[in-house]
């Protein structure tokens, strides 16, 4: 490799165009210009790298030691290009020639890039908006994206980019940067996990703890962490903390050493203001990091490089140190997987936690609800046995009642019918009837006399409300007033008016009596008169401009009080909606108002409904038990008497007296009659609360006589044929009503006389409601 190959690159360089390649400040200079411009030691400089770019494999083997001292004093600017390119060893590359190709394609990240590339050396000339810089840096981090998927694009790595863009151009850049990428720990830093990233701060804060205890201390009470100010170190190179010229300098050393430079500069930055950092908090130790540091380097980088090679940096340690991290990362992930474990067992147990509890609740529910039932059956089982006593008491009193009617009936029918007892025609039940819809009648028409009152009540309260009150009356008032005043202004001026019209007519008349005898005056009373007809003819116009001024003051008055008329209207009609507006809120106030007690009004009724068919469903279904214990009790009766038939007949064909069967089975009768007049009366006790009607309620309760039983017993003997017994069964009760009392006994078949109301009563013991 030789000098003339270095300056054909550069003259190359110079001339590429339509290739993105850079301007002047990327190539290199010719060596004629240059040395012309450059001083004797800068000259020496010159001649001693184009040396050792000439000579570069075998110098770098032999004189690292020196190669080393020379990068750290710094590369000169026009070799820095191709010094950074043999020290990553980025020379011929096969990735190169895949350049051009990549740019063709379409990344996933380009509109990330296309964000942050306005951000990256917003100050720097060559960096300018839609600038040449710009779309070299795009194409390279595009092209880089392409290459390495998993890293793809990540914010910091634009900056080192765009500082290689600035040395040569985009295709040596791109080459540069993926080694840089693979060989010098970037990739690590710039992966998605960034774990390089945390090792690097682990490593740095254990220098700080063992060279610098004080800070550490200090750090950690403010709670100042190392990714706080240091995470940009690492990943730009100290690209965007410190200044640009400072920045590349450094960079010149990582190029050859690596990350080392890196943290020496941080550890030699934190030496030099310690004094200074412990005396602030954590927002003025960031702003003394973003704010005064960079200003203390811009005298120049080799203050903080010589106190950065004074940084005691021992490898073995940074290795122990990567291996503890590495320990601890991989203790953190097992308890992360232990974690994850314990959490899914968890939410496993959560799961099944919430099942049972449902299940718990569940059979709660169920518990509680077959509680209730338990209870609602004992209540209404309290509620049936209370309505049974109830039952068994209304029973003893309508069996002691009708006993007590029964005597009551005996005692009428043996005793004679009195005398004077007044009668309950139909005449009077008629004439009754008549008195209560007249009085009915009455009553519907005071009833509307009553709300027609309430209706006129109302609307001479509407009328009231319209009418205007007290403060329109006074308006209106001043208002008639006032025109009332104008009315006599009025009059006043047309008064004048008239008496200066007098006044000209008199006037007239005299004019008229002195023109009439003018042709026989002398000229100068000719000229008098002349003057005096002047005269009258200017009082006539000033008369007629007076009229006129009188009457356009008259429209003008006229006008006014329109005018006025019209304002009091519009604000009466203003104060009439204004009020109009107030009655329709409230009316709105009130109809919500309504429309609330409507619905509450509504769900009541429907709860009374409610309540009101399940008593329905509870009093039918007592009734419905009541009827089928009738029916039960009817057929138990049928089956005696059939036996009591059955007793009789075979008795009498047995020649044997059945007297005491026939007994058994009347009590037995008797007892089944008995329990149907309980239920009877249960019925009955729900109609008894009824109001009768005007008229006479009879109830006869066919009750077989014991001594009618046994005197037909002693009449039939023994001889009597069953046909005879079952017709004297099978007769008719009657129930004779007298006309005036309205009370009947019981009479046998024929013995009607016409002069009542018969009711005809089944021998099986049933009983009618009869209405007269």
């Known amino acids: 490799m030789s000098l003339s190959w270095l300056l054909e690159t550069d003259s190359k360089s110079l001339r590429s165009v339509n290739g993105s390649r850079r301007n002047s400040v990327s190539s290199l200079v010719s060596s004629s210009s240059a040395s012309s411009n450059l001083s004797h030691l800068e000259e020496d400089s010159w001649i001693l790298w184009g040396r050792i770019v000439n000579e570069w494999e075998d110098f770098r083997k032999k004189n690292e030691k020196q190669l080393k001292d020379l990068v750290r004093k710094g590369i000169p600017h026009h070799f820095r290009a191709i010094v950074w390119q043999l020290l990553c060893d980025a020379q011929n590359m096969p990735i190169k020639d895949q350049y051009s190709e990549l740019l063709k394609m379409t990344?996933?990240?380009?509109?990330?890039?296309?964000?942050?590339?306005?951000?990256?050396?917003?100050?720097?000339?060559?960096?300018?908006?839609?600038?040449?810089?710009?779309?070299?840096?795009?194409?390279?981090?595009?092209?880089?994206?392409?290459?390495?998927?998993?890293?793809?694009?990540?914010?910091?790595?634009?900056?080192?980019?765009?500082?290689?863009?600035?040395?040569?151009?985009?295709?040596?850049?791109?080459?540069?940067?993926?080694?840089?990428?693979?060989?010098?720990?970037?990739?690590?830093?710039?992966?998605?996990?960034?774990?390089?990233?945390?090792?690097?701060?682990?490593?740095?804060?254990?220098?700080?703890?063992?060279?610098?205890?004080?800070?550490?201390?200090?750090?950690?009470?403010?709670?100042?962490?190392?990714?706080?100010?240091?995470?940009?170190?690492?990943?730009?190179?100290?690209?965007?903390?410190?200044?640009?010229?400072?920045?590349?300098?450094?960079?010149?050393?990582?190029?050859?050493?690596?990350?080392?430079?890196?943290?020496?500069?941080?550890?030699?930055?934190?030496?030099?203001?310690?004094?200074?950092?412990?005396?602030?908090?954590?927002?003025?130790?960031?702003?003394?990091?973003?704010?005064?540091?960079?200003?203390?380097?811009?005298?120049?980088?080799?203050?903080?490089?010589?106190?950065?090679?004074?940084?005691?940096?021992?490898?073995?340690?940074?290795?122990k140190l990567e291996k503890e991290y590495t320990t601890i990362k991989t203790k953190e992930m097992e308890e992360q997987v232990e974690i994850k474990r314990l959490r899914t067992e968890n939410r496993l147990l959560k799961q099944r936690i919430d099942t049972l509890e449902k299940e718990s609740a569940s059979l709660a529910d169920r518990l509680i609800q077959g509680q209730v039932t338990r209870a609602q059956e004992a209540e209404e089982t309290y509620l049936v046995m209370r309505e049974l006593a109830t039952v068994r008491q209304q029973s003893e009193e309508a069996t002691a009642q009708l006993a007590l009617a029964q005597s009551t009936i005996r005692d009428l029918q043996q005793r004679p019918l009195l005398k004077g007892i007044p009668r309950y025609t139909e005449e009077s039940i008629l004439q009754l009837e008549r008195e209560l819809v007249q009085a009915r009648l009455k009553e519907a028409e005071s009833q509307c006399a009553l709300k027609e009152m309430q209706d006129k009540i109302l609307d001479i309260e509407k009328r009231n409300t319209s009418l205007p009150d007290d403060t329109n009356v006074v308006r209106l008032q001043e208002e008639l007033i006032a025109v009332k005043l104008r009315e006599a202004e009025a009059v006043l001026g047309l008064k004048e008016l008239r008496q200066q019209v007098r006044d000209l007519e008199e006037h007239w008349q005299r004019h008229l009596a002195r023109t009439a005898g003018r042709w026989k005056d002398n000229p100068r009373k000719n000229a008098v008169s002349e003057l005096q007809d002047e005269l009258m003819s200017v009082r006539l116009r000033e008369a007629e401009a007076q009229a006129e001024l009188r009457e356009t003051r008259q429209r003008m008055m006229e006008l006014e009080t329109q005018n006025q008329i019209h304002s009091n209207q519009l604000r009466r009609a203003e104060q009439e909606v204004r009020g109009f507006q107030e009655r329709v809120t409230m009316l709105t106030a009130q109809n919500k108002g309504l429309h609330v007690q409507l619905q509450e009004i509504k769900r009541k009724q429907a709860e009374i409904e409610c309540k009101n068919k399940e008593e329905v469903m509870a009093v039918r279904l007592r009734e419905a038990d009541n009827i089928a214990a009738m029916a039960e009790l009817q057929q138990q009766i049928s089956e005696l008497e059939i036996q009591k038939e059955e007793g009789k007949v075979q008795g009498q064909l047995n020649n044997t007296d059945s007297s005491q069967y026939i007994r058994d089975l009347k009590d037995q009768i008797a007892e089944l009659k008995h329990e149907i007049r309980c239920l009877k009366g249960q019925r009955g006790s729900s109609m008894s609360n009824q109001p009768a009607f005007d008229g006479i309620h009879i109830v006869n309760h066919y009750i077989p006589d014991d001594e009618s039983y046994h005197s037909s017993d002693e009449d039939t003997g023994v001889g009597k044929t069953p046909s005879h017994l079952d017709h004297q069964h099978s007769s008719i009760s009657r129930i004779r009503l007298h006309p005036s009392l309205g009370l009947g006994d019981t009479d046998s078949e024929g013995d009607d006389d016409g002069q009542g109301l018969v009711l005809s009563v089944p021998p099986n013991g049933t009983h009618k409601h009869t209405t007269v």
């Not at 220098?207 to 100010?229: G, K, N």
């Not at 730009?236 to 960079?251: C, Q």
């Not at 004094?275 to 005298?299: C, N, W």
Request: charged residues 20%; glycine residues 4%.
């Open 107 to 319: 990344s996933p990240c380009e509109k990330l890039i296309r964000r942050d590339i306005a951000r990256t050396y917003p100050e720097h000339d060559f960096f300018k908006e839609d600038s040449l810089g710009q779309e070299v840096l795009f194409n390279v981090m595009k092209a880089y994206s392409l290459v390495d998927r998993e890293v793809g694009y990540c914010q910091g790595s634009a900056f080192i980019v765009g500082l290689l863009l600035m040395q040569m151009p985009e295709e040596e850049a791109f080459c540069v940067f993926v080694k840089l990428m693979q060989d010098y720990r970037l990739r690590e830093l710039f992966k998605p996990s960034m774990a390089e990233l945390g090792l690097c701060m682990y490593q740095f804060e254990c220098m700080i703890q063992e060279l610098l205890p004080d800070l550490h201390i200090h750090f950690q009470a403010q709670s100042f962490h190392t990714s706080m100010y240091a995470s940009s170190w690492f990943l730009t190179i100290f690209l965007t903390s410190f200044p640009l010229s400072v920045a590349t300098r450094i960079f010149d050393i990582f190029m050859l050493e690596g990350l080392e430079i890196v943290f020496r500069v941080g550890l030699a930055i934190l030496q030099m203001n310690q004094a200074e950092l412990i005396q602030l908090d954590m927002e003025g130790m960031l702003q003394y990091f973003q704010r005064v540091i960079p200003h203390q380097l811009e005298s120049g980088p080799d203050k903080v490089i010589l106190a950065a090679y004074n940084v005691k940096y021992n490898a073995k340690k940074m290795k």
